[in-house]
């Protein structure tokens, strides 16, 4: 009963999150994605390093991302986490991702239940793809993202500014914490 509960309100809440991206894409300039990404090199491990968490995301910690192109196009995701602490329980979610934009590959759909996608889009991606940062149009949710579990200061502010010059507000960002 528990679990079903669970999956009742995963439900409701993701779509509500995909109509209000609906809803506020009306009224907001997109968001700006990056030019083009091979899907290729962008597959395999992102760290969470800092983001406005979704619901799903509040308590987490060794946040990590992992895309995997699959044979049709899509991409397999798995999102892990420890709940409410370093040693906490782990949590994984698997997501699917759809590309909707095929010229630039930075913005998809991303699917946790049948038939709801959500707004996912490359927002900055640097030219070694191992620093990016994932928005939505309703700047509601945006996840700054790297290769490895910590990156320095001077990136980190760099990253900062580039999510705030993209119209979200950065006082509710939150750094991730991660194990090493």
């Known amino acids: ?3 079903l509960l669970l999956i009742l309100l995963t439900s409701i809440s993701l779509t509500v999150l995909a ?16 030019d ?4 290729d090199r962008f597959m395999g491990d992102w760290y969470v390093i800092a ?22 196009g899509t991409i397999a995701t ?7 602490s370093l040693d906490g329980p782990t949590k994984i979610f698997n997501p699917r991702g759809f590309v909707t934009d095929k010229r630039t590959n930075a913005i998809w ?17 640097d030219a070694n793809y191992q620093q990016t940062i994932i928005g939505r149009n309703s ?3 945006v996840w700054i993202m790297a290769r490895t579990s910590t990156i320095s200061e001077q990136d980190y502010s760099k990253l900062v500014d580039q999510v705030e010059s993209l119209g979200y507000n ?8 991660h194990a090493n």
Request: net charge negative.
């Open 1 to 3: 009963m528990k679990k």
């Open 19 to 34: 109509n209000n991206q609906t809803l506020d894409s009306s009224s907001v300039e997109p968001m700006p994605v990056v």
């Open 36 to 39: 083009y990404v091979d899907l």
């Open 51 to 72: 983001t406005i968490p979704t619901f799903l995301e509040r308590d987490a910690y060794n946040p990590v991302e992992t895309y995997e192109l699959s044979s049709d």
């Open 78 to 84: 798995t999102f892990t986490f420890n709940k409410g």
């Open 109 to 125: 759909g991303m699917q946790f239940i049948w038939p709801i996608k959500a707004d996912y889009r490359i927002a900055y991606l």
């Open 139 to 141: 700047r509601d949710y």
């Open 170 to 177: 950065i006082d509710n960002l939150q750094k991730a914490t």
